[in-house]
């Protein structure tokens, strides 16, 4: 012999709060456990601090700082992508290094836009 039991009232309780944990949790919790991980992140990794000199040419780019150097080619380059502030340089399709454009000159900026462009790297550059 068996029963079935409908609209037990801690069903509906559990549903209310569940719908509430999961708002409290995507508006509230969930941005805080991200910016303690990145805190964590960032204090863990010591080159993130260091202060780079990057060097852009028509092989590629170089980054050298202090105890470490990389060098990475146009071929290797998944795709460029440049926004109001920034340029980011994608690996892969969810990796990219970043360059601010604060650093650059307009020169500069129209130079990397020219190689990039000469290199037939995917690419979504700002028209200026």
């Known amino acids: 012999m068996y029963f ?13 709060f569940t719908s509430l944990f999961i708002v409290l949790f ?15 992140f960032y ?8 202060r780079t000199i990057s060097e852009i040419d028509e092989k590629g780019f170089s980054d050298v700082g202090e105890g470490f150097e ?3 080619l146009w071929e290797n380059i998944y795709k460029v992508k440049e926004l109001k502030n ?7 399709s969810t990796a ?10 307009g020169n500069q900026i129209q130079e990397f836009r020219n190689i990039v462009t000469q290199k037939n790297i995917k690419s979504e550059l700002l028209k200026d």
């Open 4 to 16: 079935i039991i409908e609209n037990l009232f801690l069903y509906e309780m559990f549903y209310e």
């Open 26 to 40: 995507t508006l509230v919790f969930y941005p805080i456990l991200l910016y303690v991980r990145f805190q964590k």
């Open 43 to 50: 204090r863990s990794h010591k080159i993130l601090g260091l």
């Open 70 to 72: 990389a060098k990475i």
């Open 86 to 92: 920034w340029i980011l340089v994608y690996h892969n």
């Open 96 to 105: 990219y290094g970043f360059l601010p454009k604060r650093v650059l000159s």
